[in-house]
């Protein structure tokens, strides 16, 4: 199977502008889940989905949303990008059939810059 | 919500010693801890897991243990090598749904 894919893999944005972020899960895989991280924070969990809703949500302020799609590709979008939103973020997915968790595999990550 | 703190933020041994990474969480619902090791320029990729029903587990050089009671698990290497070198990060997931909750990352180092 193929791995979880993300783009695009670099982005440089500036202030103000807003981005939109791509993931494809692995075949089969129904939960997305999203993560920034960043050398001062590390990584901090941002929102998941799951047949296209979503479940958990971290502590993200508004301008940080997502969806997923009925195949269960999912996009988050940052709208009035802020410098400090320069991150790595990841996508990650597990097939989470409804009994214990199953191993959550992380796509290579959208650099972004924000200028 | 959950915290999750990792000690220590940076390790090095020898190859050969072992080395040990600690977790604490704070939300005792949590249910699932897996551990990730992250190399330079790469994806998180997991080594090991464990759930909460379960005190320790093994897989070749790599061990986890889960103190449930104390709210704390550690992540156990044995005969460090040199490819053991990485940034290794504990988590914490709650019951509901799949959110993981990282801890700030040990930067492992292994000399030779």
């Known amino acids: 199977k193929a791995g979880v894919t993300q783009t695009p893999r670099y982005l440089i944005k500036t202030r103000g502008q807003q981005v939109t972020l791509s993931c494809s899960p692995i075949?089969?895989?129904?939960?997305v889940s999203w993560y920034q991280q960043t050398p001062g924070q590390g990584l901090q969990f941002l929102f998941e989905?799951?047949?296209?809703?979503?479940?958990n949500k971290g502590n993200f302020p508004g301008r940080f949303s997502g969806r997923q799609f009925s195949n269960s590709r999912s996009e988050m979008n940052v709208s009035t990008l802020e410098l400090g939103d320069s991150a790595l973020y990841l996508c990650?997915?597990?097939?989470?059939?409804?009994?214990?968790?199953?191993?959550?595999?992380f796509g290579p990550g959208t650099r972004l810059l924000v200028l | 919500g959950e915290n999750v703190e990792q000690h220590p933020s940076t390790l090095s041994v020898q190859e050969g010693d072992s080395a040990v990474i600690k977790c604490t969480y704070s939300?005792?619902?949590?249910?699932?801890f897996p551990w990730y090791k992250q190399e330079l320029g790469k994806r998180p990729q997991l080594i090991i897991d464990?759930?909460?029903?379960?005190g320790e587990k093994k897989d070749q050089r790599i061990a986890v243990t889960l103190n449930k009671t104390a709210k704390h698990f550690s992540l156990h290497i044995t005969e460090t090598q040199p490819e053991d070198s990485a940034v290794y990060f504990c988590?914490?997931?709650?019951?509901?749904?799949?959110?993981?909750?990282f801890g700030k990352g040990t930067s492992l180092l292994v000399t030779p």
């Open positions: 990650a997915s597990s097939s989470l059939a409804g009994g214990p968790k199953e191993t959550q595999y």
């Open positions: 075949s089969g895989h129904r939960s």
């Open positions: 989905y799951f047949s296209e809703t979503q479940r």
């Open positions: 939300d005792s619902a949590s249910n699932y």
């Open positions: 464990i759930r909460s029903n379960v």
């Open positions: 988590a914490a997931s709650p019951p509901a749904g799949y959110a993981l909750n």
